[in-house]
């Protein structure tokens, strides 16, 4: 996108007395041109600098307006930005209303502010002040340019975060000791803790400032942290119900997605009632990951702390043939759909499709596992084909029921695998063996049973759509390894099946439910959706976003608002166009502390027993751990102009 200037990461572009086709294009910010329908965007000031894409903009004005909102968000328990920004906003003030206040006064409360406040809003906050006084002379712009100015806070872990926790607040309420406060910060966004603090995939982490020092903050275990303190003491949750409406709110499937839809439905006063195809709650984290990872019994209670807020859940009940969906649209005001993926890809090799004893798909495997049945109990040695999370939890529960040989069959290399490299190290660790770049041609059989599987090996070659380079078979390289079970864990794929034609939703191309992305609404009104069901296979974190989102979505529709963004929703995808997180920034010296890790049972001791293998921190640590947050927020605005 042209702009007139930019000051953005260190990168100046200054078009100002050029000809609009010679403007330079910022390599470092591309900023979109609306913030949402009809708001144009004018300029931009943030934690880096400041973008401004038209003259007329009045820059002392959006200076005021940006230390208001600075101020505002400041704690106040550093001098420098509570009383500095105070200050800043009373020079600033002076300024635009003509008087005279020297320009030199004016940066050096600004360069205070950010040299001596503790954290990233007194650090990052002066800078477009700071930039507008160092790139421009009076009149600072288009002074009396009319403008919309709006903020928002974010940080680098909150805006990866696709449940949007405010991760340095419930953080720093550990850090103080307040551990009530600390949970009910966490749900504000999620009803799963103690889920996610132990199974997220933690992108939060991936995007920490302190990890550019030395590790990153241990997010997700503390997150757990606070869960478990709630749950060890069995103290009940400090939620209720924010209103009462009568009105009654059908959700299809109790995993991730629909446990947090009617979960904050049940907070707004809406009659829940959820319809769950299995016997008990969870979806696929309930029977697709072990317990060793996530005790059942974990998981129960925070259903528990969901069906206290009057949530009904009916087990038992397949839609589509114990009742159909225009029969739940017709009985409820609204309904929304959960389903997880809980059906597995095929292979496409020789010998699939033959109906072999010892050849069975990583869902159904890991389903009976759970089930407390080995599927398959005169094999001993077990292939698993796959790459993913599910291909890892296959392996590592396969030693669990006393399976002696077990071995992973991966197309790719190491590196590109999709599943957590921490559960790769617990799986080598274990005594998994790892086969990469070869994959199954043909299922080898003997009597009716798989007796082995025949490899192709396997070479890199360019990039696929997915950004990985596409595995190629290298000509005359075939091998064979010799198994009992040979379990397909490829990927999943989402059962729709339950779906009509007069019920009124459409499918994708890819075999998921279209939806509004604004809205979560189905091609049928007052349907909605979220989950796997929507996105493909996904990460249990996103489900469990975009089930809470959904909520607020049936919340608007229930009450005649108009459906669309929120603004915090329109500021997340501002900031993740923006990339909030810079891996080539320079921190600098924070006081090394390393990260603290949980204590697990050794490879030898765990690979035989389903009980968590991991202890959870105790108050010492998790105190230690939340000290070592850099408590990154930082301010961002926008002008805009409304065509």
């Given at each position: ?24 294009v ?10 949402s ?65 020297a ?93 996610l ?104 209670r ?34 929304f ?17 033959k ?25 001993k ?17 396969s ?18 695998m ?66 009992d ?44 959706a ?11 974190v996103?489900a469990?976003?975009?089930g ?10 229930l ?35 390393r ?33 070592r ?15």
């Open positions: 996108m042209k702009v007139l200037f930019s000051s953005w990461r260190g990168e100046v572009v200054d078009n100002r007395g050029r000809e609009r086709e010679h403007w330079q910022p390599r470092r910010v591309d900023l979109p041109q609306e913030f329908k009809g708001e144009r965007i004018k300029a931009f000031f943030g934690w880096d600098g400041i973008v401004i894409v038209e003259e007329d903009v009045d820059l002392l004005e959006m200076c005021v307006k940006y230390v208001e909102a600075l101020q505002r968000e400041s704690c106040g328990r550093c001098v420098p930005c509570s009383k500095g920004t105070y200050l800043l906003l009373h020079l600033l003030s002076r300024l635009k209303e003509g008087k005279d206040v320009k030199e006064r004016i940066t050096a409360v600004a360069e205070l502010i950010r040299q001596g406040s503790k954290c990233s809003i007194g650090q990052t906050g002066p800078v477009p002040v700071l930039h507008v006084f160092e790139f421009f002379e009076p009149p600072f712009g288009t002074p009396g340019s009319k403008a919309d100015y709006r903020f928002s806070v974010t940080a680098p872990c909150m805006a990866a975060c696709p449940s949007g926790l405010n991760i340095p607040r419930y953080i720093e309420e550990i850090r103080e000791g307040r551990f009530t406060d600390s949970l009910s910060t966490i749900r504000e966004r999620t009803c799963l803790p103690a889920t603090g132990r199974v997220c995939v933690r992108p939060c982490e991936e995007n920490c400032r302190r990890g550019l020092v030395d590790e990153a903050v241990s997010i997700k275990w503390l997150k757990r942290f606070a869960a478990d303190y709630e749950m060890e003491r069995q103290w009940r949750p400090l939620v209720s119900a924010r209103r009462t409406d009568g009105r009654r709110v059908a959700v299809i499937g109790a995993g991730p997605a629909g446990l947090s839809c009617a979960f904050y439905l049940a907070l707004m006063g809406y009659k829940v009632k959820i319809f769950e195809r299995l016997k008990e709650p969870g979806g696929m984290a309930a029977v697709g990951i072990p317990d060793y990872r996530l005790p059942r019994e974990v998981l129960r925070e259903v528990d702390v969901i069906r206290a807020q009057g949530v009904e859940i009916e087990y038992g009940v397949t839609v589509g043939k114990d009742i159909t969906l225009s029969e739940i649209r017709e009985e409820f005001d609204a309904v759909i959960g389903v997880g993926a809980q059906t597995s890809t095929k292979m496409g090799v020789e010998g699939e499709e109906g072999l004893k010892g050849f069975i798909s990583g869902i159904q495997y890991l389903y009976d596992i759970n089930m407390g049945i080995d599927p398959y109990p005169e094999g040695k077990v292939v698993v084909v796959g790459g993913g999370n599910v291909a890892i939890d296959c392996v590592r529960t030693f669990r029921i006393g399976k002696t040989d077990v071995n992973l069959i991966y197309r790719r290399s190491r590196q590109e999709p599943a957590d490299p921490v559960e790769v190290r617990d799986a080598e660790e274990e005594g998994v063996k790892f086969h990469f770049l070869c994959n199954p041609v043909r299922i080898i059989e003997r009597d009716g049973r798989v007796c082995g599987v025949e490899l192709i090996r396997m070479e890199l070659g360019e990039p696929d759509e997915s950004g990985r380079r596409r595995p190629v078979p290298v000509p005359r390289s075939e091998f064979v390894i010799e198994t079970i040979l379990v397909a864990a490829i990927g999943q794929a989402i059962d729709l099946s339950f779906l009509e034609e007069k019920d009124g939703v459409n499918v994708t191309r890819r075999g998921t439910l279209y939806v509004d992305p604004d809205t979560f609404m189905t091609t049928k009104e007052g349907v909605f979220a989950g796997d069901c929507v996105t493909g296979p996904d990460v249990l996103r469990a976003g975009n809470r989102r959904a909520a607020e979505k049936i919340d608007l529709y009450r005649g608002k108009e459906l669309s963004l929120s603004e915090e929703e329109r500021f997340l995808r501002f900031f993740s166009a923006l990339r909030v997180f810079d891996k080539e920034e320079r921190v600098g010296e924070a006081g090394r502390m990260r603290t890790y949980l204590r697990m049972l050794s490879p030898e001791m765990r690979k035989w027993t389903f009980d968590e293998v991991e202890e959870g921190y105790r108050v010492n640590e998790a105190l230690y751990e939340a000290s947050c850099l408590r990154c927020y930082r301010i961002g605005m926008v002008a805009l102009d409304h065509d």
